[in-house]
Nanobody, 120 residues
C-alpha cells in the first residue's frame, strides 16, 4: 500500500520561500509510469494544481505559479519536494502531495495534507 506524508513548517513569513517534502512509502517514486504532484486548497476555494514530477524526473508547473515554483526529488530518500518562493498571505492553504498519473486529477494516492499559513 503506497502512502504519502507531507512535512513542512506550518507557518511562513511573507516574502520567504516555502519548502515542503512528501515522503513516499510502499512504492518507489522512480517506478514508471507514476508521477507525483502537489495540489493546494486555500480556505473557501477549490483545489489548485501546482505541479508534477514524473518517475524520470520530468517536471511541469501551473502557468500561474511557474515563476515561483520548483519541484525536485531525492530518490535515495524516496521523497519529492516543493519550493514556493516569495509567498504572500494568498498562499495560505492546505498543501497536498498526490501520486498517480501525469495529468491533473488522475491520482491513486493522496497525502493527508498540511496547513501552511503565511503571516508576519
Amino acid at each position: 500500500q503506497v502512502q504519502l506524508q507531507e512535512s513542512g513548517p506550518g507557518l511562513v513569513k511573507p516574502s520567504q520561500t516555502l519548502s515542503l517534502t512528501c515522503t513516499v512509502s510502499g512504492g518507489s517514486i522512480t517506478s514508471r509510469p507514476y508521477a507525483w504532484s502537489w495540489v493546494r486548497q486555500a480556505p473557501g476555494k477549490g483545489l489548485e494544481w501546482m505541479g508534477v514530477i514524473a518517475y524520470d524526473g520530468r517536471t511541469s508547473y501551473s502557468p500561474s505559479l511557474k515563476s515561483r515554483t520548483s519541484i525536485s526529488r531525492d530518490t535515495s530518500k524516496n521523497q519529492f519536494s516543493l519550493q514556493l518562493s516569495s509567498v504572500t498571505p494568498d498562499d495560505t492553504a492546505v498543501y497536498y502531495c498526490a501520486g498517480g498519473g501525469w495529468t491533473y486529477g488522475q491520482y491513486d494516492y493522496w497525502g493527508q495534507g498540511t496547513l501552511i499559513t503565511v503571516s508576519p
